[in-house]
C-alpha cells in the first residue's frame, strides 16, 4: 500500500485560506487519480476535488470557485487551495489516490472554520 501524509489543516476565520498538501509515498506505482474528500460526524465521507494524471478535475458543486486542486505527477503530491472559507467547510480532509495497487487514504487532517 502507499502511504498518503497530509499537512496543512487548522483553524480559520470565515473568509479565510488555507492549502493542504499530501505526499504518497511506498507502493506508488502508477498514481491515476489524487485528490481530497472530506467528513463530518455522522456523515459520510464526501468527494470535494480530485484530479487525474491528465489533468481532468472534478469538484463538489459546494467548493466549485472557491477551491483549486493541483498535483505534481513526478513528486506524487496534491494540494488543496482553499479561498473564502465558510464554517460549513468545518471537516477532517482526507487525502486520496487510486494507483496500480488500488485506493489510498491519508489519516485526514481537521480544517476549523470558526470566528
Known amino acids: 500500500q502507499a502511504q498518503l501524509v497530509e499537512s496543512g489543516g487548522g483553524l480559520v476565520q470565515p473568509g479565510g485560506s488555507l492549502r493542504l498538501s499530501c505526499a504518497a509515498s511506498?507502493?506508488?506505482?502508477?498514481?491515476?487519480?489524487m485528490g481530497w474528500y472530506r467528513q463530518v460526524p455522522g456523515k459520510q465521507r464526501e468527494l470535494v476535488a480530485t484530479?487525474?494524471?491528465?489533468?481532468?478535475?472534478n469538484y463538489a458543486d459546494s467548493v466549485k470557485g472557491r477551491f483549486t486542486i493541483s498535483r505534481d505527477n513526478a513528486k506524487n503530491t496534491v494540494n488543496l487551495q482553499m479561498n473564502s472559507l465558510k464554517p460549513e467547510d468545518t471537516a477532517v480532509y482526507y487525502c486520496?489516490?487510486?494507483?496500480?495497487?488500488?485506493?489510498?487514504w491519508g489519516q485526514g487532517t481537521q480544517v476549523t472554520v470558526s470566528s
Open positions: 511506498g507502493r506508488i506505482r502508477s498514481i491515476n487519480v
Open positions: 484530479m487525474t494524471i491528465g489533468g481532468s478535475t
Open positions: 486520496y489516490a487510486v494507483s496500480f495497487f488500488g485506493e489510498n
